[in-house]
Nanobody, 117 residues
Framework: QVQLVESGGGLVQPGGSLRLSCAASGSIFSIYHMAWYRQAPGKQRELVARITTSGNTNYKDSVKGRFTISRDNGKDTVYLQMNSLKPEDTAVYYC???????????WGQGTQVTVSS
């Protein structure tokens, strides 16, 4: 398993931007697919963005063109750049790591993102 720590959440106005960071304990390069999930109050946790070991990405349809997931393998860190934020983006955002060939993943503690005027 890899330990994950999210940061960068906070309060932002609609239309604003925020960058989330997920710091891994180490060695995520080449062996872990990474993803960001979110969970709003009363809602099920949902996949927001994913990036593979090869750098391929995919996104939840509602965030396409607004969010960008990236990874810095040298820093063992994954980012989620969020632009044009909407109130419906309000949720706790979680970082997720799945090792290649593994049936289970690791989760961070989550970071709160609140989009409100």
């Amino acid at each position: 398993q890899v330990q994950l720590v999210e940061s960068g959440g906070g309060l932002v106005q609609p239309g604003g931007s925020l960058r989330l960071s997920c710091a891994a304990s180490g060695s995520i390069f080449s062996i872990y697919h990474m993803a960001w999930y979110r969970q709003a109050p009363g809602k099920q946790r949902e996949l927001v963005a994913r990036i593979t070991t090869s750098g391929n990405t995919n996104y939840k349809d509602s965030v396409k063109g607004r969010f960008t997931i990236s990874r810095d393998n040298g820093k063992d860190t994954v980012y989620l750049q969020m632009n044009s934020l909407k109130p419906e983006d309000t949720a706790v955002y979680y970082c997720n790591a799945v090792r290649i060939g593994s049936s289970s993943g690791s989760w961070g503690q989550g970071t709160q993102v609140t989009v409100s005027s």
